[in-house]
Nanobody
Framework: QVQLVESGGGLVQAGGSLRLSCKASGRADDLYAVGWFRQAPGKDREFVAA????????NYVDSLGGRFAISRDNAKNTVFLQMNNLKPEDTAVYYCAADRTSAAYPRVSARFYTYWGQGTQVTVSS
């Protein structure tokens, strides 16, 4: 079992930045890729970014335009999502998730992710 806890969400004005953290515990030393997903009110959950176990491979949703960056510090069992130039349409609950079936290739589909955090709210005001 892997437990994931997100933090770093909050209220920010458009153009601002936030850095989300995803702290893993439990069997956190197992190899796993980690993804960030988000769900806005009334919308389906969507993939945002993912990173492989070693951090050498990443995936991003095309619509971000390079504004977000995912990274990880395995010594601290933590994955980060740096979000810059935030827009009101980025408002959502952000979830991190762990995929233990593919450590090297960070996948897009939520169906591959076994463990999920409770989410952290990000609100971007215009």
């Amino acid at each position: 079992q892997v437990q994931l806890v997100e933090s770093g969400g909050g209220l920010v004005q458009a153009g601002g930045s936030l850095r989300l953290s995803c702290k893993a515990s439990g069997r956190a030393d197992d190899l796993y890729a980690v993804g960030w997903f988000r769900q806005a009110p009334g919308k389906d959950r969507e993939f945002v970014a993912a990173i492989s176990w070693r951090g050498s491979n990443t995936n991003y949703v095309d619509s971000l335009g390079g504004r977000f960056a995912i990274s990880r510090d395995n010594a601290k069992n933590t994955v980060f999502l740096q979000m810059n130039n935030l827009k009101p349409e980025d408002t959502a609950v952000y979830y991190c998730a762990a995929d233990r079936t593919s450590a090297a290739y960070p996948r897009v589909s939520a169906r591959f992710y076994t463990y999920w955090g409770q989410g952290t709210q990000v609100t971007v005001s215009s």
